[in-house]
């Protein structure tokens, strides 16, 4: 707890300050090379026949996506607290990279934990990581994802309390992480509001995001939460099927429990053991879900969907044969339940969705489901 304490302490005075938000604004600009596109993707609109869909394009972030918006701002937290050692988990690892990366920018020291599993299934973004000077732990306990990465890392942490910050990448974990997160990835919806309004003149009819932990879809979504006239649409892991226990759908397949400090939808059993998640994309892949999306699903202000494995991989194939834009897995999964959506849509209605990753990282996993030789 004095951890969090100090954490949230800390974070209150850098929101206060004027420098803090100077310095993230000119690093998001400068370095991320924000703000991203938002790019009307027309050959997926008419393939679908429906709305206009807009992609909000935080593919193109320096490091490939999404990551990197609060990787800064958590670095630049340690640094005013005085830690030189920053560890992070990652699953697909983009936060790995990212946060890799951003102690690469200021000299810091780098632990990353990545599940064992993972780490064969995103070789690219290993060899990056190991690039940038970070160094690799790999995690065999349990499936060895991102589950068990996060458990070694909370681990670390609090053995390491002098000199080390816990860069946790998803809007999960215990308070304020969740709000923080969320904040530092709000900067995705703004641009996309402010973007649509100067190209629209007005504000979408749906947001939509892919959701394992939820850090790319609060980012969108809360620039969104008091405008009521806007859906907003998280789309989750189903993996082989909600119905066979091989998934990664909290919301649509879990039930209320505790892990990782906070209480939200877990994939759990009857004794509230967490059950392993299962999803062919590696950032996807965890049994539980941020408290925030907990909240808004209870509350009925957003609505959450599901997409298996086989419907990802025809997301990834179609987008980058119409679009010449090869996604992530992650939002492949969006992009399959597009048809859906679009099919409650009008044609005049406008979708924007976040294209959260690009699939560098996953050509290799993707050769292989296809039976492919690269």
């Given amino acids: 707890m004095p951890l969090i304490l100090e954490l949230e302490d800390e974070y209150r005075k850098a929101k206060r300050d004027p420098e803090f938000a100077a310095q993230m604004d000119d690093l998001w600009r400068n370095y991320v090379g924000r703000p991203s596109p938002l790019y009307h993707a ?31 701002g958590q670095v630049l937290l340690a640094m005013r607290m005085g830690k030189k050692r920053i560890i992070a988990e990652t699953g697909a690892g983009q936060h790995g990279v990212a946060t890799a990366t951003v102690c690469a920018r200021f000299g810091l020291k780098c632990v990353v934990f990545m599940g064992a599993t993972d ?23 349990g499936t060895g994802t991102l589950k068990d990465a996060m458990n070694e890392a909370l681990r670390d942490w609090v053995t390491n309390v002098h000199d080390t910050f816990y860069v946790i990448g998803t809007a999960a974990g215990p308070h304020p992480y969740p709000e923080l997160v969320r904040d530092f990835q709000s900067v995705i919806g703004e641009e996309a509001k402010r973007q649509l309004q100067e190209r629209e003149g007005r504000l979408p009819d749906a947001v939509m995001a892919c ?26 892991a189903s993996g082989h099927g909600i119905e066979t226990g091989q998934h990664a759908a909290a919301l649509n397949g879990g039930k209320p429990g505790i892990l990782h400090g906070n209480k939200t939808y877990l994939l759990q059993t009857d004794d509230g ?27 009925g202000r957003a609505e959450y969907l599901t997409c298996t494995d ?59 489901h296809l039976g492919m030789e690269i």
């Fill in 273 to 299: 053991q967490i059950i392993d998640a299962h999803s062919i994309s590696a950032g996807l892949d965890y049994p539980g879900i941020g408290p925030e999306h907990a909240f808004l699903r209870d509350t």
């Fill in 119 to 141: 780490v064969e299934r995103q070789k690219p973004n290993v060899f990056r990581m190991k690039m940038l000077g970070a160094e690799i732990v790999p995690v065999s306990s």
């Fill in 211 to 236: 959701i394992g932990g939820g850090s790319n879809a609060i980012g969108l979504f809360h620039p969104f939460i008091e405008d009521e006239g806007v859906r907003l649409i998280g789309v989750e």
């Fill in 42 to 72: 027309e050959r997926i609109s008419e393939h679908f026949g429906g709305p206009k869909i807009y992609f909000k394009r935080d593919e193109l972030n320096h490091t490939g996506a999404h990551k990197i918006n609060n990787c800064l």
């Fill in 310 to 368: 086989k419907e990802a991989l025809e997301g990834f194939q179609l987008c980058t044969r119409l679009e010449g834009i090869i996604p992530a897995l992650e939002p492949a999964h969006a992009i399959a339940r597009l048809g859906d959506v679009c099919e409650t849509m009008d044609k005049d209605q406008i979708l924007i969705m976040n294209l959260c990753g690009r699939g560098d990282k996953d050509i290799f996993s993707v050769a292989e």
